[in-house]
């Protein structure tokens, strides 16, 4: 009996050990669903590559000192921001990040997360706060395309009767 016991043990032990286990939830502060290896945006004629490691860690040069949450949701963390360096918080919401907030020697700037029923952002409410004096924006976002793991490929951003178009390519951890 304690052979059968062992040789499952073993059995699962192989099994499983291929298998890693996504620790960190970073994909949420870009939007995506899933095992995410990169996504290369592209935005007006520039492009910009965003990799995660197989764990679910966001790989950027311009995040520095994050902290998570035993959850695996990063809170807070340093961010060089047009060569100044600033302070990061996140905030989550049933798995969803709903705020943003960046300060720096100059000021704040808040960003709200509003989310349509299927897990796309709808609008990003962005408030800027210098010297006591406050500003809002609202980016509103229209999805045109989806890739198979339902993360969006193609939207348009509107913003006082403005607009401009943001596409995105997606690679999957296999």
Known sequence: MKTIRYILMLLMLTVTSGIQAQLYH????ENVKGKVKYIVYSRNSKSEVVNFSQDGKIQRSDIINPTYNKYGYMTRCQNLLYGTYCD???EY????????????GDGTAITEYIYNDDGTVRDEVHTIIVNGL??????????????????WTRRIISCNNKTFADSRVILYWE
């Open 26 to 29: 970073d994909n949420l502060l």
């Open 88 to 90: 990061k918080t996140y």
């Open 93 to 104: 919401k049933n798995g969803k990040l709903v705020k943003e907030c960046i300060k720096t």
């Open 134 to 151: 406050s500003k809002s924006f609202t980016l509103s976002a229209q999805y045109k395309d989806f890739d198979q793991q339902g993360n």
